[in-house]
């Protein structure tokens, strides 16, 4: 075994019997570099990753291989979800020297930890276009002795890149004294708007080409922006995204859940991995979509996809597991695909209605087997078939049972148990979400469950605001990151509007504080994704644009304004709009990669209602909120005056319970009911 074996990680697990000498990063490792002089292999990837998979059993697992690695390298083997920073670094490198990016993420640094070559898979042979992995290594040996000094320019030169990427924001433009409607303009939003659908596929939903990745930020800005302004076009691609999605084999049609992304335009065949921040994201938009269309798809939607979280992705202390892998038995999809005779066997005379609404054939409709997928709507479908569309629907919900049933048999894909702070966050705003859309107490008290698991175990100290990234068997390790912070307070801000516990805002404040302390960049405008003071990477990056998960700045942007407006901090808000004018003009010509951003953006011209709610009901009249698709409001409740909230404060009349409508803290009259100003808001 190598130096992997004392890991928690899954992923490097899954290394530990390598014949490659493999370390995790540390000093250990990179002290050694230096020693002996050598130059370092840093190998990343993830335990769901297909390609990760298949590069370990053609190089990783062959012992000449291993030989040449182990003799004139110093390999590191890295889970990137448990080290973000370093991969965020080292991709950009990747895709700097290359023009693309990807997993398994192999990267060539001088012992000093600068990177002067990398790429993605290599294969065995030369193969696809690319060199053989021996090869790469054995030219890379010979250059390193021979020509040193051009590996050490090279690798400069690429550090000061990255390093200088990291530098927008520096000067970032002056906006005392400008007035907000003239920082953030209707034009701009109508202009992202229509930088949304010129990249739309109106067809089978989604933007852009194949790979397609759920796009949630974008599809939740195309739904605020027609709650806003009535847009039919922008409400039309955006639940027509979703309900492909749902249609397709990107949604687990028997257990619930969605994959990481489709292979094809039509959403039929995806990447089978199935992570936690997808599903959390996608429940996130589904209970909007509920709210505006009161669609039962949605809720049904929404109810399988945490049914699926609760029974396969939660552990007994009531974390969220990572990730389910793509692979069972060494095939990707092989849990999840069916032949005809296997569903024919398991439904009988129910199979062939079965087949047909699922798209179930002989020859299958990939790789000669059969991925579950509705090719219409089930009303439509049923009216086309001359049945009752209830009758169906019942039948349908039987049969996938019993397919359940018969799948739960087979060997399951591997799972990545370890638990991650920022996905976590992101769950728990999902059941809140869920909980605020539909009103089922058992999603809030997973949220009010989870919360306490995370509070209690990453903590680096009781008494301090330092959290740890990872958690597993009972270790923590890892300092958190931007990102981690930004959806804890997220989730917990999410929480008090649940429950009516400030005590949650009073965390999340006590956050936000600490993150501005030891996160913010030298313009104060913008955070750093790693927190001061941590000395292994070789930069300090800052990360703008969202990718799989939301950007941490963007979340911080959104909490900062909640926050000011709860706490009455006019630093916070300023900091909220400079962040956001500093970037305005690439949020509007970049709005795919930008979502999080443009939805603030939309927030600051069309304004924050402010909902109080005290007295003895106050928890029943916050629910209340839920009936209604009301993305902007910030919602604080009590049941007496608190005078630390200014919007909470003087509020109380006896044995009444009392709804104000605010702006900047000035109220309309209060009524007692949410119904009675509703049409105020929306």
């Known amino acids: 075994m190598n ?98 990016g990807g997993w398994p993420l192999n990267v060539f640094l ?47 030169n690429l550090t000061q890149h990255i390093d200088q990427s990291s530098q927008f924001g520096m000067q970032a433009a002056a906006i005392l004294g400008i007035p907000r409607e003239e920082l953030f303009t209707k034009d701009q939003c109508d202009t992202i708007c229509e930088n949304i ?148 066997y398991v439904l009988g005379e129910q199979a062939k209605i079965f087949c047909q609404f699922y798209d179930v054939s002989e020859h299958g409709n990939w790789e000669e087997q059969n991925i579950l997928w509705v090719q219409q709507p089930l009303k439509q479908f049923a009216a086309e078939k001359g049945y009752d569309a209830a009758v169906l629907d019942a039948m349908l919900k039987g049969c996938r049972e019993k397919l359940l049933a018969v799948r739960a048999e087979r060997i399951r894909p591997a799972l990545d148990d370890k638990i991650l702070l920022g996905w976590n966050a992101l769950m728990i705003h999902a059941c809140c979400k869920a909980f605020n859309a539909l009103g089922d107490e058992k999603y809030r008290q997973m ?26 068997n009972g270790q923590a390790k890892y300092p958190a990151f931007l990102d981690d912070y930004a959806a804890l307070i997220r989730a917990l801000i999410a929480l008090q509007e649940i429950t009516g516990n400030t005590d949650y805002l009073y965390k999340a404040h006590d956050l936000t504080a600490f993150v501005n302390d030891h996160f913010s960049d030298e313009s104060g405008h913008f955070f750093y994704y790693t927190i001061e003071g941590q000395n292994d990477v070789i930069v300090r990056k800052k990360e703008v644009y969202d990718g799989a998960v939301p950007s941490g700045n963007a979340l ?75 993305p902007y409001r910030v919602l604080v409740g009590a049941e007496k005056d608190i005078s630390e909230i200014p919007l909470l404060s003087g509020r109380e009349r006896e044995n009444d319970t009392l709804v104000y409508l605010c702006k900047d803290y000035h109220c309309i009259k209060p009524v007692f009911y949410m119904q009675e100003i509703i049409n105020l808001i929306e």
């Not at 290394?15 to 050694?32: M, R």
């Not at 250059?143 to 050490?152: D, L, P, V």
Request: proline fraction near 4%.
């Open 110 to 156: 001088t012992p000093d930890k600068k990177p002067f070559y990398g790429g993605t898979y290599f294969p065995p042979v030369k193969a696809y276009n690319r060199p053989s992995w021996k090869d790469v290594l054995l030219s890379l040996a010979d250059a390193f002795a021979g020509k040193r000094n051009e590996i050490e320019a090279q690798a400069d």
């Open 556 to 630: 911080m942007i959104q909490n900062l304004w909640y926050l000011s407006v709860v706490f009455d901090n006019k630093n916070w808000a300023d900091k909220a709009l400079g962040a956001t004018s500093s970037l305005a003009q690439t949020v509007v010509r970049y709005p795919t990669s930008f979502g999080v951003w443009a939805c603030q953006l939309l927030q600051f011209v069309k304004g924050t209602p402010e909902l109080a709610v005290v007295g003895r009901d106050f928890l029943a009249r916050m629910n209340d909120v839920g009936n209604w698709f009301l």
């Open 447 to 472: 949220a009010i469950g989870n919360m306490q698991f995370c509070w209690t175990h990453f903590r680096q100290s009781e008494a301090g605001q330092a959290f740890y990234h990872t958690w597993k």
């Open 197 to 344: 659908l010129k990249q739309a596929d109106k067809t089978w939903g989604g933007f852009g080409r194949a790979p397609k990745f759920p796009q949630t930020f974008t599809i939740a800005y195309l739904l605020r922006y027609h709650h806003a302004y009535k847009h039919p076009e922008a409400l039309q691609q955006a639940l027509l995204s979703l309900d492909k999605m749902l249609q397709g084999g990107l949604y687990d049609q028997l257990g619930g859940g969605f994959a990481r992304y489709s292979t094809d335009e039509k959403w039929l065949a995806p990447h089978f991995e199935k992570m936690l921040y997808d599903n959390a994201l996608l429940i996130d938009i589904l209970s909007d979509a509920w709210q505006l269309t009161h669609n039962e798809v949605y809720a049904q939607t929404i109810r399988d996809t945490i049914g699926f979280i609760e029974r396969e992705m939660t552990s007994p202390e009531s974390g969220f597991y990572a990730a389910l892998d793509a692979d069972s038995e060494g095939v990707e999809g092989k849990f999840y695909t069916w032949s005809k005779a296997e569903i024919e």
């Open 3 to 100: 130096k992997l074996s004392g890991e928690t990680s899954p992923y490097l697990l899954q290394h530990a019997h390598n014949p490659v000498n493999w370390y995790p990063w540390g000093d250990e490792a990179l002290q050694k570099a230096i020693a002996e002089d050598k130059p370092i292999l840093v190998s990343i990837g993830y335990a769901a990753c297909h390609w990760c998979h298949v590069m370990e059993r053609e190089s990783f697992e062959d012992e000449d291989t291993a030989r040449i690695m182990n003799e004139h390298f110093v390999n590191i083997k890295i889970d990137r979800e448990e080290r973000p920073d370093l991969d965020h670094i080292y991709m950009d490198a990747v895709q700097a020297m290359t023009g693309s």
